[in-house]
């Protein structure tokens, strides 16, 4: 490997693509049109008439392109005040693995994960108990974790299908204390922000003052980490500079001036209706110009806090704590200047990018009250993200060549097809199908250690078949970018042969004749 480091990369124009198609697609179109004012002026000699057909079938055939080729994307979104507990046994319903609709991205936020400080290290060191839980449910799932952000017991993940992570790029993470005057992050916020298809998307995780007397500082609260949280991007420094924001976590508002037997009547008889004008993050949004930009649905669930552990029951100890809507999933699409809005919650984006808007429609948004281990019950919002793709060219592409096994040396390509911020200190990893994270590999290459691959240059890269699995199974290869910090591409899914060294030592019973020896 050399010791010099590369100069970083220009990164290209990833709309390119998707430009000149819809140059071309305009351009037929037009000729559609000439044709049609050449039989229009046999009908009619007005110049102006003429214009003003070109003009009404001009806008015609932009806006019917501007609403072809979008797709739809579900998001599955979690928050829960874990309460330092240790996580349960099974998740799988936390996470709707059962439902019909295939998930594309999940978005995980825990408040209070156990940060005392030899966990807290520990975790550092490897992961916590709450990210491997996740990871070992979600990875045979095909769903890798793309990155995380932790601070003290605040933790945001990102999972997405593995179709999906070429196209999950620009990732960064920071997060905000505001805890005991800002020097302690027992309070505060943690996000990550990403390109999805081009599209910038910002996901914010907070856990905010509590108490019922302190709706006031949470919002202050709320406002300091929208000013303090930046990042190293040029078009969206800030949070609320991205296309789609979701703010979400144990926010803390309460349900004033209700006394407990009204609220527990309410809600035991699912009138939940009869508590929302007292249910301060409602209140807050009538006067708060920053919150009505925010949209929310119907809180037709219980309150998630406060519960006694592993019950459904609410707090019976001396403090009898009022039930409230403490965990909460927000979002907000900028700008929301124009926007549409239907009974099915959902709200169009306009003049940030009118020839790409995104759709956000909201599924799901409920509370799951089987789960006990903390005194918060997890709150789930799925999301539908309606969009057309800016980018669906990949940044590298990877080859396999020939046979593998480790019965000798394995050979791949790979080629770059766009310019990034590629380095010497990228590498390429062998990963078996189910694999959890981009750590998760079974042996890795360094790319092309001399110099930076030129766009279009195929790169002959070997593995050594002493690191190669002696087992048969599936695997991909996956390009991993230092300075992008995710993979940015994959092979297709390939076989590992069984090598003779796996027959060798026992490994596989030894096939003579057809018949297992």
């Known amino acids: ?256 001036d209700h006394g407990m037997h009204f609220l527990r009547s309410s809600i035991n008889n699912g009138r939940f209706n009869l508590l929302w004008n007292r249910d301060q993050l409602t209140m807050m949004k009538k006067k708060e110009a920053i919150l009505q930009e925010f949209e929310e649905g119907l809180l037709c669930f219980k309150p998630t806090y406060k519960f006694d552990r592993f019950s459904e029951t609410y707090d019976t100890s001396g403090k009898k704590r009022k039930p409230a809507w403490t965990d909460r999933i927000l979002w907000r699409i900028k700008p929301k200047a124009i926007d549409t809005e239907d009974e099915n919650r959902s709200t169009t984006s306009s003049a940030d990018d009118d020839e790409y808007p995104i759709k956000v429609t909201q599924g799901t948004y409920t509370c799951d009250v089987s789960y006990g281990v903390s005194d918060h019950k997890p709150v789930i919002g799925t999301f539908n993200l309606e969009m057309r793709k800016k980018v669906e060219t990949p940044l590298v592409t990877l080859t396999v060549e020939g046979r593998w096994s480790a019965d000798e040396d394995a050979t791949f390509t790979y080629t770059i097809l766009e310019n990034f911020e590629s380095s010497t200190w990228d590498w390429i990893g062998l990963y078996k199908i189910g694999f959890k994270s981009a750590s998760d590999y079974s042996t890795f290459a360094w790319v092309k250690d001399d110099e930076i691959a030129a766009n279009g240059e195929v790169v002959t ?21 230092t300075n992008m910090q995710t993979l940015i591409a994959f092979s297709p899914t390939f076989q590992i042969l069984e090598s003779q060294q796996a027959v060798m030592e026992g490994l596989v019973p030894e096939n003579i004749n057809g018949h297992e020896k």
């Open 1 to 256: 490997m050399s010791d010099t480091f590369d100069v970083p990369r220009v990164r290209s124009d990833s709309t390119s693509t998707m430009e000149s198609q819809s140059t071309s697609s305009r351009m037929i179109l037009r000729e559609r049109l000439a044709q049609l004012l050449v039989c229009l002026e046999d009908l009619s000699s007005d110049d102006e008439a003429n214009e003003e057909v070109s003009r009404t079938l001009d806008e015609a055939f932009y806006l019917c392109g501007k609403y072809t080729n979008r797709e739809s994307f579900r998001l599955h979104m979690v928050t829960w005040n874990v309460g330092t507990a240790e996580p349960p046994a099974d998740v799988r319903s936390l996470l709707h693995l059962d439902s019909q609709q295939a998930t594309d991205l999940y978005v995980i936020g825990l408040q209070e994960v156990n940060a005392n400080p030899v966990r807290y290290i520990s975790d550092l060191i490897s992961e916590d108990s709450w990210s491997h839980l996740l990871m070992d449910t979600l990875a045979p799932m095909g769903y890798i974790k793309v990155t995380s952000v932790r601070m003290q017991g605040l933790l945001l993940i990102l999972f997405a299908k593995q179709v999906h992570l070429p196209f999950i790029r620009d990732i960064q993470s920071t997060y905000t204390r505001t805890g005991l005057f800002g020097y302690w992050g027992n309070k505060g916020g943690v996000s990550v922000r990403f390109s999805f298809y081009g599209h910038m998307l910002c996901f914010l995780n907070c856990h905010l003052a509590a108490h019922m007397n302190y709706a006031l500082q949470r919002m202050d609260e709320f406002e300091y980490i929208l000013d303090m949280q930046d990042f190293d991007m040029y078009n969206t420094p800030q949070v609320l500079d991205h296309k789609v924001v979701f703010w979400f976590g144990d926010l803390n508002f309460r349900i004033a």
């Open 461 to 481: 890269v070997q593995m050594s078949k002493s690191e190669l699995p002696l087992l048969a199974g599936d695997y991909v290869l996956g390009y991993y970018s």
